[in-house]
């Protein structure tokens, strides 16, 4: 049931006015869909938008209004929508096959560029998505050191398979979400990012964890910050310790830097997970890394060694068109400035944006170091002054959430009628195709919407 109604505020009603053949699908949806959706972050009171296509940094709802698109594929359309040499790949693989059932040379291709660009990984291995790569990166931990546990961190997202279904936006005691067994909770080790006494403390005390796995710039893609120190930290706590360093590259992976985050930060993981950007907007992920770790999927090492390898299958692992659409895109972020641009579009964005917090005398901040962006809603009227506002120089309590949940559904609806579609309420994407013009709408876009909230009294002034 919506909380939110044309007649209880504006925003609404112009998003409802705006946005009737979303409506109209929706109510279609909900007859056949749980909520009328097909992955939790699009639920959106009253209902969520429909598109009908895309192309560069813009894409178009089934009502024919223009948005400037600030998701971009969740993050896996670093190259905007359709660029032309992943598009011209993906069709021309389509001709040729989608599934051949046998090897094929594109999948060579794929993981060899992955072993040029990534620091650790000396090898590869597909997976149809970013939590099969995250579920396969936790097993072969367990089976390389022998150990049960795994430790990960409150807010950090690894997809929604049984070992990472909690902790991540409630359950923070490490209990499970509904459908996931008690005992596989028991075996997570869940603590706070940041902390790395607490890490020491754990291995010190337990000697069953086989892994340590973490969202390399910080839970969100850095929404909660988290700095290259600790990276560091982990790296020699998980080797005296004789435990694998897992860093979740998910959405981070040939974002931050062509090699990721730990070719920025040279911090070098003993395993990695992709998706997303890995498969050039395509479904596909992969597992790379140490090959003594990734050889528990090997035959003949099993063989030698004479122990049980690693079980793993998968229908669509590195599908040719997958794989085609994968190579077109990495070997663009490999050989051009694909990341750079995107990251400097993003500071773009995010000084602009400030720019106007200041104006319209709003004490919220937007952060993110790269072309992921964070805003920050103030849930506890801090001091803030969104032109200095350091998010890396804030004790992690700063970052626990905004409850106020009409403020931020609120807020989603007014980008939309404004013209952009964010991450709902709580960031923005931004692709190496996002130029000046973009950055100029979505600028007055912030602007219109804030002024939308104020007219609603749902914005105070800066203390
Ligand atoms: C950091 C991270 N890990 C894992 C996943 C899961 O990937 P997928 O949605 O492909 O299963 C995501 C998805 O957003 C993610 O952001």
Not at 40 to 45: A, E, K, N, Q
Not at 248 to 255: A, I, K, P, Q
Not at 265 to 271: A, N, Q
Not at 415 to 444: F, N, Q
Request: net charge negative; charged share 20%; proline share 5%.
């Amino acid at each position: 049931m919506s909380n939110l109604t044309p007649t209880n505020s504006a925003i609404v009603a112009a998003y409802v006015d705006t946005t009737p053949g979303s409506a109209a699908l929706h109510r279609e949806a909900s007859a056949v869909l749980p909520s009328g959706i097909v992955h939790d972050s699009r639920h959106t009171d009253p209902y969520p938008i429909y598109s009908q296509r895309a192309l560069g940094a813009r894409k178009w709802d089934v009502d024919g209004r223009e948005l400037v698109d600030f998701y971009g594929g969740h993050g896996a359309l670093i190259l905007g929508h359709c660029n032309p040499t992943v598009t011209e790949a993906a069709q021309a693989q389509l001709a040729l096959g989608t599934h051949f059932g046998t090897c094929h040379a594109l999948e060579i291709a794929w993981a060899q560029l992955i072993q040029q660009m990534v620091p650790c990984a000396e090898r590869v291995r597909f997976t149809s998505s970013g939590t099969e790569a995250t579920h396969m990166a936790v097993r072969l931990a367990r089976a390389f050191t022998g150990r049960p546990k795994i430790m990960r961190f409150q807010r950090h997202f690894h997809g929604w398979h049984d070992h990472m279904a909690f902790g991540v936006d409630n359950h923070f005691d490490g209990s499970p979400t509904p459908g996931v067994l008690l005992e596989v909770a028991a075996e997570i080790v869940l603590l706070q990012a940041g902390d790395l006494a607490a890490v020491e403390r754990a291995f010190a005390q337990d000697d069953g964890i086989a892994a340590v796995i973490l969202e390399p710039t910080g839970a969100s893609t850095g929404m909660v910050p988290l700095s290259a120190e600790f990276l560091r930290g982990l790296r020699a706590v998980t080797q005296n310790y004789g435990a694998v360093l897992i860093f979740d590259e998910v959405v981070t992976g040939f974002r931050v830097a062509p090699g990721g985050a730990q070719q920025l930060t040279g911090v070098t993981p003993d395993l990695c997970t992709f998706a997303k950007i890995v498969a050039g907007g395509l479904p596909g992920g992969a597992v790379a890394g140490r090959k003594d770790i990734i050889d528990w999927l090997d035959f003949d090492v099993a063989a030698d060694r004479k122990r049980e390898k690693v079980r793993h299958q998968g229908t669509y692992n590195a599908n040719p068109v997958s794989a085609s659409a994968g190579i077109a895109a990495l070997t663009l972020i490999r050989d051009t400035d694909v990341c750079a641009r995107a990251t400097t579009a993003a500071a773009a964005l995010r000084d602009a944006f400030n720019r106007v917090l200041a104006e319209e005398d709003v004490p919220w901040a937007v952060y993110g170091d790269h072309s992921v962006l964070h805003f920050f809603t103030n849930p506890n009227g801090l001091a803030v002054n969104p032109l200095s506002w350091d998010a890396n120089a804030q004790p992690v309590s700063v970052f626990t959430g905004d409850p106020r949940k009409t403020l931020l559904s609120k807020l989603y609806l007014a980008l939309v009628v404004a013209g952009i579609d964010p991450k709902g309420a709580r960031g923005a994407i931004v692709s190496a195709v996002h130029g000046p013009e973009e950055i100029a709408w979505a600028t007055d876009s912030w602007r219109r919407a804030l002024r939308m909230l104020k007219a609603e009294r749902e914005l105070t002034s800066a203390p």
